[in-house]
């Protein structure tokens, strides 16, 4: 099963939004409501951002937003600040096994 | 606080054979699943397997099923992940994380991870 879509990279200002796409399939990110986000600096341990398309885990700020429409999901970053620079992973669970990745998104603040 | 912290990583040559452990603390840990991820260098991250709470089962992503063995004790605190048959293509930065309960496809603590390098 292929990975799930993501740009390879976005960038946006401090203080501004920036929103992060992650494409499935039906089998996937369209099929279930079970789609999540980690941020990752490079070097340290992932993180959870989002589950189930737009909860946020305690302690996660709500400038981090997960929304989704058909086979795709996104994460929004509002009010962007220069320690949101990380690479972000989407996840989704799938008919044929837990959990499906996607490639990662370099987020760049300018 | 939680913690989870891999070791056993290192260069191993094609057809070898490497040990990952991964220590854990901060939390209950026989009341939670585990799993096993990895990435890549200039990849993305990648599912490879989860354990159950009582070590009585176990799933495994089709790319390395049949070669690596995930198992735990819980008496020690600790996951392992037995890798046998290594080809190159194994080479990447190995993560334990701890389940999201009740679910096994959520993942709310992870390690830093360890090296593996699979290489003549």
């Known amino acids: 099963q292929s990975a799930l879509t993501q740009p390879a990279s976005v960038s946006g200002s401090p203080g501004q939004s920036i929103t992060i796409s992650c494409t499935g399939t039906s089998s996937d990110v369209g099929g279930y409501n079970y789609v999540s986000w980690y941020q990752h600096h490079p070097g340290k341990a992932p993180k959870l951002m989002i589950y189930d398309v737009s909860n946020r885990p305690s302690g996660i700020s709500n400038r981090f937003s997960g929304s989704k429409s058909g086979n795709t999901a996104s994460l929004t970053i509002s009010g962007l600040q220069a320690e949101d620079e990380a690479d972000y992973y989407c996840?989704?669970?799938?008919?044929?096994?837990?959990?499906?990745f996607g490639g990662g998104t370099k987020l760049t603040v300018l | 606080q939680v913690q989870l912290v891999e070791s056993g990583g290192g260069l191993v040559k094609p057809g070898g054979s490497l040990r990952l452990s991964c220590a854990a603390s901060?939390?209950?840990?026989?009341?939670?699943?585990l799993t096993w991820i990895r990435q890549a260098p200039g990849k993305g991250l990648e599912w490879l397997s989860y354990?159950?709470?009582?070590?009585?089962?176990?799933n495994y992503a089709d790319s390395v099923k049949g070669r690596f063995t995930i198992s735990r004790d819980n008496a020690k605190n600790s996951l392992y992940l037995q890798m046998d048959s290594l080809r190159a293509e194994d080479t990447a930065v190995y993560y334990c994380?701890?389940?999201?309960?009740?679910?096994?496809?959520?993942?709310?603590?992870w390690g830093q991870g360890t090296l593996v390098t699979v290489s003549s």
């Open positions: 994380a701890r389940a999201l309960q009740p679910t096994v496809y959520y993942f709310d603590y």
């Open positions: 901060g939390f209950t840990f026989r009341d939670y699943y």
């Open positions: 354990i159950s709470i009582s070590d009585d089962y176990a």
């Open positions: 996840s989704s669970y799938t008919s044929t096994s837990p959990v499906i």
